[in-house]
């Protein structure tokens, strides 16, 4: 299913720049900045949310409910990272 699809990828680019943000931090010793970005992006699991996801979980859509949403390929948008 390419909901499945784009969900996953979006999963992976935000796995691959956490992952990328903190080696930089450690790569410079700023260990209390990394400390803070791991407590950020934890979920506990006792208290954990539905609410609390970065991404809705679109599996369970019908056809119906996603009809009006349109999807961009993350590579064909210019970010500013200036």
């Not at 796995?15 to 979920?43: G, I």
Request: net charge negative; proline share 0%; charged share 40%.
């Amino acid at each position: 299913m390419q909901i499945e699809r784009i969900r996953e990828q979006c999963l992976q680019l935000m796995d691959e720049q956490y992952a990328s943000q903190m080696e930089k931090l450690v790569d410079e010793t700023r260990l209390e900045d990394a400390e803070s970005l791991v407590l950020e992006m934890m979920v506990d699991a006792e208290n954990f949310d539905d609410g609390d996801l970065f991404l809705d979980d679109l599996t369970e859509w019908s056809e119906k409910d996603l009809r009006g949403i349109y999807f961009t390929d993350i590579n064909d948008i210019d970010i500013d990272n200036g």
